[in-house]
């Protein structure tokens, strides 16, 4: 059985009804979650590493700059998940592991902080970082410099689209981590490409770590994609609405497991935020 914590590493404010069609015209905190997970033989395991203050860096020049416009960022330094951690007295050496769910910045800009850890990578979303640059790159939430290429060759990268593991109800086939059962990686295919979730089996219950399958839990239950204006940013619509789906499916099937969008307010909420 895992551990896992929640934490929080900053956050952007978005309009609510880009996040959700139907909802009142708000500016909504997007908090960029990860899971820091303790496995009982793997030892420490990440589950994306969120922002960072690197990023101020990374999209100070043009055309990376936009991003900064388009999603507004409010990141303290104490929240960078490395000083979290060593506010908990670990060190980054510690760190044995780090799924990274998908190459957007939010969910990787940390990643630099654990030099020893392995990476655990979609092989499509690895293919796709390596490739994109400039607009291409910032048009599908990618900022390259976050992106530690000289770790790329020590990888250990899943192919999502031949899976093997067993099903999920509605999800399909996994990855079996470790071997064990106790993480089993999907894909989720829509938002990002090369998009991964992570069901763990946790002392607390199962729970499917759900990157930005869904944006909001409130989305998962009553099946409300994002804003038709997000169709020119993700990487494939018609796969996003699909994973909604797949995640309301799954969620009525499987009441037992918790499911964590890493930017939902009600999730951010019972971390006492």
């Given at each position: 059985?895992?551990?896992?914590?929640?934490?929080?590493?900053?956050?952007?404010?978005?309009?609510?009804?880009?996040?959700?069609?139907?909802?009142?015209?708000?500016?909504?905190?997007?908090?960029?979650?990860?899971?820091?997970?303790?496995?009982?033989?793997?030892?420490?395991?990440l589950f994306d590493t969120g922002y960072a203050p690197r990023i101020l860096t990374a999209t100070e020049p043009w055309p990376y700059r936009l991003y900064r416009y388009?999603?507004?960022?409010?990141?303290?330094?104490?929240?960078?998940?490395?000083n979290q951690l060593a506010a908990r007295g670990i060190t980054p050496a510690e760190v044995g592991h780090v799924i990274i769910s998908h190459l957007h910045a939010d969910h990787l800009a940390g990643l630099a902080d654990f030099p020893a850890a392995t990476m655990v990578i979609a092989a499509q979303a690895l293919q796709a970082g390596l490739t994109l640059n400039g607009v291409a790159a910032l048009q599908r939430g990618y900022i390259p410099a976050l992106l530690p290429r000289q770790r790329v060759g020590k990888a250990l990268t899943v192919p999502l689209g031949h899976l093997r593991g067993p099903a999920l109800p509605h999800l399909g086939p996994t990855h079996d981590l470790f071997g064990d059962g106790s993480i089993r990686l999907l894909a989720l295919p829509g938002h990002a490409y090369g998009q991964m979730g992570?069901?763990?089996?946790t002392t607390d219950g199962p729970v499917l770590l759900a990157a930005d399958g869904a944006w909001t839990s409130r989305a998962i239950r009553e099946g409300r994609p994002p804003a038709r204006l997000i169709?020119?940013?993700?990487?494939?619509?018609?796969?996003?609405?699909?994973?909604?789906?797949?995640?309301?499916a799954f969620a009525k099937a499987r009441p037992d497991v918790r499911i964590v969008p890493c930017h939902c307010p009600e999730v951010f909420a019972s971390l006492g935020g």
């Amino acid at each position: 059985m895992l551990t896992l914590e929640l934490l929080d590493t900053g956050m952007c404010v978005v309009p609510a009804p880009l996040v959700m069609r139907g909802s009142a015209w708000r500016q909504m905190d997007c908090h960029a979650l990860v899971g820091l997970i303790r496995h009982p033989r793997h030892g420490l395991i990440l589950f994306d590493t969120g922002y960072a203050p690197r990023i101020l860096t990374a999209t100070e020049p043009w055309p990376y700059r936009l991003y900064r416009y388009a999603t507004p960022l409010h990141l303290r330094p104490e929240l960078a998940l490395v000083n979290q951690l060593a506010a908990r007295g670990i060190t980054p050496a510690e760190v044995g592991h780090v799924i990274i769910s998908h190459l957007h910045a939010d969910h990787l800009a940390g990643l630099a902080d654990f030099p020893a850890a392995t990476m655990v990578i979609a092989a499509q979303a690895l293919q796709a970082g390596l490739t994109l640059n400039g607009v291409a790159a910032l048009q599908r939430g990618y900022i390259p410099a976050l992106l530690p290429r000289q770790r790329v060759g020590k990888a250990l990268t899943v192919p999502l689209g031949h899976l093997r593991g067993p099903a999920l109800p509605h999800l399909g086939p996994t990855h079996d981590l470790f071997g064990d059962g106790s993480i089993r990686l999907l894909a989720l295919p829509g938002h990002a490409y090369g998009q991964m979730g992570a069901l763990l089996q946790t002392t607390d219950g199962p729970v499917l770590l759900a990157a930005d399958g869904a944006w909001t839990s409130r989305a998962i239950r009553e099946g409300r994609p994002p804003a038709r204006l997000i169709n020119l940013i993700v990487d494939d619509p018609r796969a996003l609405r699909a994973t909604l789906n797949k995640l309301r499916a799954f969620a009525k099937a499987r009441p037992d497991v918790r499911i964590v969008p890493c930017h939902c307010p009600e999730v951010f909420a019972s971390l006492g935020g």
